[in-house]
């Protein structure tokens, strides 16, 4: 790797690092090429990214960045998982990290704020941004599908439901 390719890659870094939802550190030494494939397959489904960086460079591009506190994590084979998501690359390094005992969670920061193997492991364990959007949406219809199902009811209990209102309202 020639001076301008490391300029360029630090630069990419620099920009992952400042603007990713999330960043994993791992420790990758000694798995095989079809792990390492499978993992960035599953990393590209759920719409993170897997990389494996030189140390050094990775120091660098960390430089004025938010995550500059996860500069000590960076020793030995490391490879960075990142998302836009914060929950999706921890959560696929996470399962990964159970079924591989030779990939080795280290840390990783969300913005600002270092997290240790641990607080990896709890990021993981939340709902996505799209489960969170899925379950919000099915709380604001659900009220919706109940005034549907009652207007589908025959007039009777339309009727029923207006004088149960009337009453309600003359009681008050």
Not at 60 to 67: F, N, Q, R, V, Y
Not at 72 to 91: E, H, N, R, W
Not at 122 to 142: F, H, W, Y
């Amino acid at each position: 790797m020639d001076r301008a390719q490391k300029k360029e890659l630090v630069a990419t870094l620099n920009t992952v690092f400042a603007n990713a939802g999330s960043v994993v550190v791992t420790h990758n030494l000694g798995l095989t090429v079809a792990q390492m494939t499978d993992l960035r397959v599953q990393m590209s489904n759920e719409g993170a990214t897997l990389k494996v960086a030189k140390n050094r460079l990775a120091k660098l591009a960390l430089e004025g960045t938010d995550a500059e506190g996860i500069k000590d994590m960076f020793t030995g084979p490391t490879a960075i998982a990142y998302s836009d998501d914060p929950v999706a690359a921890p959560k696929v390094v996470a399962k990964f990290a159970k079924d591989n005992e030779k990939f080795v969670v280290l840390g990783g920061a969300m913005g600002s704020t270092v997290l240790d193997e641990a607080g990896v492991k709890a990021l993981a364990e939340l709902p996505s941004l799209d489960e969170l959007r899925a379950k919000i949406v099915g709380m604001i219809q659900t009220p919706a599908t109940r005034v549907a199902g009652i207007l589908q009811q025959p007039g009777g209990q339309v009727a029923r439901v207006l004088n149960a209102y009337a009453t309600r309202e003359e009681a008050a």
